[in-house]
């Protein structure tokens, strides 16, 4: 069980002796496998299962692929080699041998044949060669991935093998055209252009207190990624002076990319169909949200035959259907329109999520620096503990701690609550926020509930709502909902505790914000309260579910705008499902605020 005491750093995850493949995009990437071995040093290392014509190897389910792995010491000196399987997918998918694997009608062969996935210190003479066999007998289709580790001496060379297991479907619904990267598309200026006028209903909201700045892109910035150059600020690494630059150049490049992804979106040559008022234009991949496509997001056309000095128009998305977007121009382009008209397409990247974030980053600046970066010291901060009648009968002891800890808290850098899945974080939460709610200690508690996703947001909702230990007043707690929501995305008994008119999804006043207790938002559309005007210090405490599937902007925007020195913030998540820049990675490395749950689970 974890405690906060003085002994810093002594609670740790384990990471075990298996690796794990993060996505390669071996299409895109040349360097996974478009490597010479005879360029990387002495120890000269084959590549197992070459690629064919820029693809896998192919093999059929249920038969078994076999390849070489020649490992040739160029040196004069003889050299220590270990051989292990890092990592598979599948897991334990492939295999490695000293023999050639026989085949399945050799049974003689067969019975005194062994496998392994590793293999221990063995001697290579100089100018010796050894064959070892990479094995892989797949069950199911789709891609199998395997990493092999070979330690010489001091040097470890790393090799990356792919199979594709097909069957007969899969293999003869394949394209036998060979891929050929299509040709750079045509980019529309959007600099000056011709205005739709005004937005859809949904998309133009209301005006708030606290307006969103634009946080246009610096064009030294720009220049600097477009010519693939790092940075200095990020160069350097994240520290305690440069967060906000940091976090900030981050998003910027993150944005430009974004930008660039969206223009492989682009369409030339396509036609437009009238419905009703509106222009249809059916984009490919919309429906897997490749492009991503909301209600109010701008497109800019013109005709196909048009020169680069014409200025394209701009239009606006009313309706997402399918792989259909029912479109609004100005009245000009609407009388001119015919259908057998040949247009080229732009979508515009949809900015608004993003300058949140940079907005967030900002106001980081007005917290004290313990809250992103907890010291040495905070380790040994006391909290005052009472016991816990719990309200569920299902917590085990680890989790009745934790709650205890977070209701004995007062400020300081967030607490944090740490497990792989099904260990009970989410449980611990509820649990904790109940508490709050009914106890009279906590009367003037006034509670933020931020999860990743719509889905996981209501389901803390329903979470809370299902104990029936404890009554909640529908007027106290309230689920904001981005006005981009769609109104049957929630279900229907959850409908009555969010505000919507003419099925929109809308934020409240500032008024009736301050009078719940519980507010349940996701991690970007916690924005809206800081936009209609709520003050740092209203809410007391800050829960963040599922901290490691978010970016640090993103959890930022609740801290930032709302903390103070008094604010309990609780950070909870999966140690394994962190990115490399986290504040529930950084608060666990820096200080022992926290509970580990799973070892009693």
């Known amino acids: 069980m974890g405690t906060v005491d003085d002994k810093w750093g002594d609670e740790c995850s384990v990471i075990g002796d298996k690796g794990e493949i993060d996505y390669i995009d071996y299409q895109n990437d040349k360097s996974v496998c478009g490597y010479d071995p005879s360029e990387e040093g002495p120890i000269v290392i084959s590549a197992p299962f070459p690629f064919v014509e820029g693809k896998p190897r192919s093999v059929f389910v249920g038969e078994t692929a076999i390849d070489s792995i020649t490992i040739t010491n160029t040196t004069s000196e003889a050299v220590d080699l270990w051989t ?3 990592a598979s997918t599948p897991e334990d998918s492939f295999k490695l041998s000293l023999m050639k694997p026989p085949s399945t009608n050799d049974v003689k062969c067969q019975a005194g044949f062994i496998d392994f996935s590793v293999m221990e210190d063995r ?12 094995s892989c007998k797949p069950m199911e289709l789709g891609l199998y991935t395997t990493v092999v580790h070979f330690d010489a001496g001091n040097d470890r060379i790393e090799r990356v093998a792919f199979l594709l297991a097909d069957d007969n479907i899969s293999q003869s619904l394949a394209s036998k055209n060979p891929y050929s990267r299509s040709q750079r598309k045509k980019k529309i200026s959007t600099d000056t252009f011709v205005s739709a006028g005004s937005r859809p209903a949904r998309a133009m909201g209301r005006a708030y207190k606290n307006r969103l700045p634009r946080y246009d892109i610096p064009q030294d910035i ?14 350097g690494g994240l520290t305690i002076n440069n967060y906000a630059s940091y976090f900030k150049t981050l998003l910027i490049m993150e944005e430009i990319q974004l930008e660039e992804d969206m223009g ?57 259907e399918a792989d259909e977007v029912y479109l609004k121009f100005n009245n000009e382009f609407h009388l001119c329109h015919n259908d057998g008209h040949l247009y080229n397409v732009h979508f515009k990247y949809n900015r608004v999520n993003m300058r949140r974030l940079y907005q967030a980053v900002d106001a980081s600046k007005d917290l004290e620096m ?6 040495e010291s905070y380790g040994s901060r006391l909290i005052e503990t009472s016991t816990l009648v719990p309200i569920s009968c299902s917590l085990n002891e680890e989790q009745i701690c934790s709650v205890e800890m977070i209701l004995g808290c007062k400020g300081g850098p967030p607490y944090v609550i740490y497990g792989p899945p099904g260990t009970g974080k989410t449980m611990t939460i509820i649990e904790a926020i109940l508490q709050l709610y009914q106890n009279r ?43 981009s929501r769609p109104f049957d995305d929630i279900k229907p008994d959850l409908i009555r505790f969010c505000l919507f008119d003419e099925h929109i999804f809308s934020c409240p006043p500032l008024g009736a914000l301050t009078r719940y207790r519980i507010i349940i938002s996701t991690y970007t559309s916690a924005s809206l309260l800081n936009a209609e005007g709520v003050q740092r210090g209203q809410f007391s405490h800050i829960f963040l579910d599922e901290a490691g599937q978010a970016s640090e902007p ?3 925007i609740s801290i930032s705008h709302f903390c103070n020195k008094d604010t309990v913030v609780v950070l909870a998540g999966d140690p394994h499902a962190i990115g490399p820049s986290n504040i529930l990675q950084r608060c666990r490395e820096l200080w022992t605020g926290e509970i580990i749950l799973g070892e009693a689970l």
Not at 123 to 134: D, V
Not at 222 to 235: G, H, N, S, T, Y
Not at 265 to 288: N, T
Not at 370 to 375: I, T
């Open 370 to 375: 313990e809250m992103l970066f907890p010291s």
């Open 264 to 320: 492989r979106h682009d369409m030339e040559c396509v036609a437009m169909r009238r419905r009703g008022g509106y222009l249809s234009l059916v984009v490919p991949g919309l429906a897997e949200r490749r492009p991503s496509l909301l209600q109010g997001d701008d497109i800019f056309v013109k005709l196909a035959d048009a020169d680069d000095t014409t200025n394209p128009y701009q239009g606006y998305i009313y309706r997402v």
């Open 554 to 556: 993103e959890s930022m």
């Open 84 to 86: 292990k399987i890092y």
């Open 441 to 483: 200690k906590h009367a003037r508690a006034r509670i933020l509930v931020c999860a990743p996703s719509n889905s996981a947001a209501d389901h803390l909702l329903e979470k809370l709502l299902s104990e029936e230990a404890v009554h909640i007043q529908e007027k106290e707690i309230f689920r904001l909902n981005a006005t």
């Open 222 to 235: 720009r220049a600097l990624i477009e010519r693939k150059q790092i940075p200095d600020v990020i160069a």
């Open 123 to 134: 001697m290579l003479q100089p100018g010796e060669a050894l064959t070892i066999w990479l």
